[in-house]
């Protein structure tokens, strides 16, 4: 399965205010090499085992493969992860046919908050929030697997 999305920053606190869902994530990296990184996830009570492999040159696609795991099962492959536990809530904004998700981070990467929609297409049209900043689609340092080597606020 591959996945297309584009990344953006935030601007402000008013994608709240349009949010039918938040969930708080927990997510540690098993390896974050470029060409497959491997992500263990905590979303509400649910738990993921995740890979993705290498971007494309856009950085907009990418082949992914994801299975719902236990709970535990997640808890505790959490503690055999790399340092740099991501800590997060997502918020889910729909906008015209699609819903953006919208993460705020805290901890060591408090301060950054990041949207992300998914397209069908790369050329795909979509609604832009008033509340959406700059692409950053691309950029290494706004992966999550990133963002645990190197947090935002040692930036």
């Not at 905590?42 to 085992?49: D, E, F, Q, S, V």
């Not at 290498?54 to 997640?74: D, P, Q």
């Amino acid at each position: 399965m591959h996945e297309i999305e584009r990344k953006f920053l935030v601007n402000s606190d008013a994608f709240k205010l349009g949010a039918h869902t938040s969930t708080r994530i927990r997510q540690g990296y098993l390896s974050t090499d470029p060409a497959r990184t491997v992500r263990v996830r905590t979303r509400g009570k649910k738990a993921y085992l995740t890979i993705k492999g290498k971007s494309n040159v856009s950085g907009t696609t990418r082949v992914e493969v994801e299975e719902e795991i236990a709970f535990a099962k997640a808890e505790t492959l959490l503690t055999l992860c790399l340092p740099g536990i991501i800590d997060k809530t997502r918020y889910e904004v729909k906008a015209g046919k699609h819903v953006w998700e919208i993460d705020e981070f805290y901890g060591a990467n408090q301060g950054l908050t990041i949207a992300e929609i998914e397209l069908a297409t790369e050329e795909e049209d979509f609604i832009k929030p008033s509340w959406l900043g700059a692409e950053v689609t691309g950029e290494n340092k706004y992966y999550n697997s990133q963002l645990s080597l190197k947090p935002f606020s040692l930036w």
